[in-house]
């Protein structure tokens, strides 16, 4: 019986983590958007959670257009060095593996692709997205091309010539043109079609050979974190360029009204969500000097004498700046989010320029310019020059309209430095 109990606990030591590896639940975490410090941060964490968890396998459902080569580098090492099947899934239908998110999928230790998804277009930009110089546009070429060619080694030469021509080349493919090369290795309609077909599969996880037991197993969600989930959000273009256009609204408000604090501080607020966004989407800082020309010409206008001028001149350059800040159509600020943006801002000063005028038109209230038009009390007879009383206060006054005795009404008409010209006030004044 002793020597039944230690064969037993001899058995459990050797394979149960291996059965728990194979039974357990089936990790899904999902990228959309481009490739951010931010989602690279989380798959990782997803890709920690299935390994500590025994988890048989992690699905990661894709849908990018691309972003930082150095960020990918860092996620497809930590992809390749996973102790669970990583398993990478183009979809939903319309998805696309752009870029980096080529890399990504060939990173996977299965790929897959949901039909009407696409893949490929991987060759590298510039970090503003603009063409390379030719000489480092060749260097980076080649570099992309020897990583991607290790990536794709084991799905074979197909495989491998395709991956280099989607770097050399941008080359792309559908999701059956890259079944037939053998860039993937199924074409699913849904998770639990793909866990369905990979059921019996053998893949090869840190050096060891394992036999995928997906298809009755139970898809447990790595969600995004709150905090996760918060910058993501901020990776949208056209949130990114809503949050500059509140941003510099509100501090130039601010300092156009200063004291009451809210308005700088939201702007504040706005301006540092909005250049985290930027910096992360590797925006085109040229596109960003246009904005800031932007709000120059529009404050300028509220200034400047040829009013009106200078506010549409802001508006093409606000339009022009924020259309390029983004240079490569995945990540570009919609047309409508654009000239909504253009029209606020033109008609925020619009409206602060005709208030400016109106103030500048605007009878004066105030000093000398402000009493003309008021009445005063004679206190000393005018012959024509004397004293009257006006606003609390003597003052010296010369009469237009002849002699006027002590305590007689006078309407002021004007004024010769600090003398007052005044005339005497009649019933029908």
């Not at 009407?116 to 000489?135: H, Y």
Request: hydrophobic share 50%; glycine share 10%; proline share 4%.
């Amino acid at each position: 019986m002793l020597a039944l109990l230690a064969a037993q606990l001899t058995l459990a030591l050797l394979f149960g983590p291996a059965s728990a590896q194979t039974t357990g639940a089936v990790k899904l975490a999902t990228f959309k958007g481009p490739v951010t410090p931010v989602l690279a941060e989380y798959i990782e964490r997803a890709i920690a959670n299935a390994e500590v968890t025994g988890a048989a396998a992690l699905v990661i459902e894709l849908d990018t257009p691309g972003g930082s080569v150095d960020i990918t580098k860092t996620l497809t090492q930590r992809m390749t060095s996973a102790t669970v099947p990583v398993i990478v899934y183009v979809a939903p239908r319309g998805a696309h593996a752009g870029s980096a998110g080529t890399f990504i999928t060939l990173a996977g230790h299965i790929a897959a692709m949901a039909p009407g998804s696409s893949i490929g277009a991987a060759s590298p930009v510039g970090s503003e997205g603009g063409e390379l110089p030719e000489t480092l546009k060749t260097k980076e070429t080649n570099i992309l091309v020897a990583d991607i060619k290790n990536l794709a080694a084991r799905r074979g030469e197909k495989a491998v010539t395709w991956a280099a021509k989607a770097v050399s080349e941008a080359a792309a493919a559908t999701a059956d043109e890259a079944l037939a090369l053998g860039v993937i290795d199924v074409v699913a309609d849904d998770v639990p079609d793909l866990l369905r077909q990979l059921d019996g599969r053998q893949v090869i996880v840190a050096g060891k050979e394992i036999t995928l037991q997906l298809s009755d197993l139970p898809i447990e969600t790595v969600p995004l974190s709150g905090i996760e989930n918060f910058l993501n959000t901020l990776t949208n273009p056209a949130l990114a360029a809503i949050l500059l256009t509140i941003g510099l609204n509100a501090i130039l408000f601010e300092l156009s009204n200063p004291g009451g604090y809210v308005a700088g501080v939201i702007g504040v607020i706005c301006l540092l969500l909005a250049f985290y966004a930027l910096g992360t989407l590797n925006a085109n800082w040229v596109g960003l000097g246009f904005v800031g020309l932007a709000f120059v010409l529009f404050v300028l206008d509220i200034k400047a004498p040829t009013h009106g001028v200078l506010t549409i001149g802001g508006i093409v350059s606000f339009v022009l700046g924020t259309f390029i800040l983004f240079n490569t159509s995945e990540l570009d600020v919609p047309w409508a989010t654009i000239i909504a943006l253009a029209l606020a801002t033109g008609g925020f000063f619009a409206f602060a320029i005709g208030k400016a005028l109106a103030i500048q038109r605007r009878q004066p209230t105030t000093g000398l310019e402000g009493m003309i038009g008021q009445t005063a009390e004679v206190r000393r007879a005018l012959e024509p020059v004397g004293t009257v009383l006006a606003e609390g206060e003597l003052w010296a006054a010369e009469s237009e309209s002849g002699p006027i005795a002590v305590g007689e009404r006078v309407v002021i008409t004007g004024h010769d430095g600090f003398r007052l010209r005044v005339r005497k006030l009649t019933r029908e004044a």
